[in-house]
């Protein structure tokens, strides 16, 4: 029987996602680098050698269901815990080519766990500042655990009414300070001693369906 060299590299990434958040995790599982695997593997190039198939069998995997989609995984194959988005290009910030990826069959899986996680929700009215990178009825995933580095775009809070979404700015010249910074040239930086203002992380900007 012939081996579908693609469709077991398909197999190959469902297996390893549906059990690692992503295929850094997985390939350190397994002994080797997510470059390896992919040029290897996932593009279908080759077929896993004794080795790569005997510790993929020790973490349950079905060879016959990897090599010819029957058996096991096929049957009892559960859902990835986090959903998986298909990786279409690489973009440049400035100018450059866009390099299409859509045949490296790579992608990218949305772990925020919810006990440190939660949603923002951009005010209606009061939510102009961030524009028009962050628009009011946007939706905001903030962490509550990750830590905030120069230029990241937080949820700040300074007392205990008042707070706002903005970008921040960690001056090189004084490292007790920082300063919040608003995409609108209309709105004046604020600038606040480091331990007067607490700052959360969003690390996802869900914008309003209303928009699109």
Not at 59 to 67: A, Y
Not at 113 to 141: A, C, N, R, T, W
Request: aromatic share 8%; proline share 5%; charged share 25%.
């Amino acid at each position: 029987m012939k081996i579908d060299k693609k469709a077991v590299g398909a197999r190959l990434k469902r297996f390893l996602l549906n059990r690692y958040t992503n295929m850094n995790e997985a390939a350190a599982a397994l002994g080797t680098t997510a470059d390896s695997i992919r040029n290897s593997y996932l593009n279908g190039q080759s077929l896993p050698g004794a080795t790569f198939t005997e510790r993929l069998r020790n973490m349950g995997c079905s060879i016959d269901w990897l090599l010819f989609g029957t058996g096991e995984n096929e049957e009892n194959e559960t859902r990835p815990l986090f959903p998986q988005y298909r990786v279409e290009a690489t973009v440049p910030a400035g100018r450059g080519e866009i390099y299409d990826m859509t045949e490296w069959l790579q992608s990218e899986v949305l772990d925020f766990k919810p006990e440190d996680h939660f949603f923002l929700k951009v005010d209606e009215e009061l939510g102009y500042s961030m524009m028009p990178f962050i628009q009011p009825g946007d939706m905001l995933l903030i962490s509550s655990s990750a830590p905030v580095a120069n230029n990241d775009i937080v949820a700040a809070r300074w007392d205990k009414t008042r707070g706002a979404i903005k970008l921040c700015s960690l001056p090189v010249n004084d490292q007790q300070k920082v300063a919040l910074l608003s995409f609108n040239p209309m709105v004046a930086p604020m600038v606040f001693n480091k331990r007067d203002v607490r700052m959360y992380k969003v690390v996802l900007i869900k914008k309003d369906k209303r928009r699109n």
